[in-house]
């Protein structure tokens, strides 16, 4: 009579038991079950918003007719250009070092509002920044240097004017991970005519540039 013997192995597995959120904190547990152990953790996150403003901004505008030129950055409205020749690409970001929010952490939403002062039948793409840039030195000549997204990653209208908002929770919790907030480069991918958006220099508070942003820690 033949006999089997049934040896021992090794079972792993994880299995994310659930997450709750009370005011402002999340709650998420996993189980582990390992050989002839069962583990359970938890992990406490800090949830948040962390509201950006002209305060935190940094803007500019740069222009092909003069490629020199740094006065987009003292200007109270950023002019965006699609005319062969004399293109102007708006810069947008905002300082987060306020929020500290750490590499860890994460966004869960942001949203970024502009305004738009003059119209036109462009629509205006948003590219993602990774490098740095000042509004005091930057130039159109400048932004060859500058490491730019070739995905836009998202667009506005800019056939009327008033508030325009886009999605950019993606570049946001990269940004957060990556330690820097850089912003985005606003350019007109199709229109003949320039428009303008609201500066954070701008007198009225209403036209300047500003971000929701909900984040976990």
């Not at 952490?105 to 002062?117: E, F, I, Q, Y």
């Amino acid at each position: 009579m033949r006999r089997f013997q049934i040896k021992p192995f090794r079972l792993v597995a994880a299995v994310l038991i659930g997450s709750l959120s009370f005011g402002g904190m999340a709650y998420a547990a996993s189980l582990g079950l390992g050989s002839k152990k069962l583990h359970v953790w938890s992990q406490t996150l800090t949830k948040g918003t962390c509201n950006q403003t002209s305060t935190t901004a940094d803007d500019t505008y740069v222009q092909q007719a003069l490629p020199t030129s740094t006065a987009g950055g003292t200007a109270t409205t950023l002019t965006i250009s699609p005319i062969a020749l004399a293109q102007d690409y708006a810069f947008i970001r905002f300082n987060l070092s306020g929020c500290s929010i750490p590499t860890t952490g994460g966004a869960d939403s942001a949203v970024l509002t502009v305004n738009v002062r003059t119209a036109g039948a462009d629509t205006i793409s948003l590219f993602p920044v990774t490098s740095s840039w000042s509004s005091s030195t930057l130039t159109w000549n400048g932004v060859s240097g500058l490491t730019i997204g070739p995905t836009a990653t998202g667009t506005f209208s800019a056939s009327s004017t008033g508030t325009k908002t886009v999605t950019v929770t993606a570049d946001v919790d990269n940004a957060i991970k990556a330690g820097n907030l850089w912003g985005w480069e606003l350019r007109a991918t199709s229109g003949t005519v320039s428009v303008a958006i609201g500066a954070a220099e701008n007198g009225t508070a209403g036209n300047r540039p500003s971000m929701t942003l909900s984040y976990e820690k």
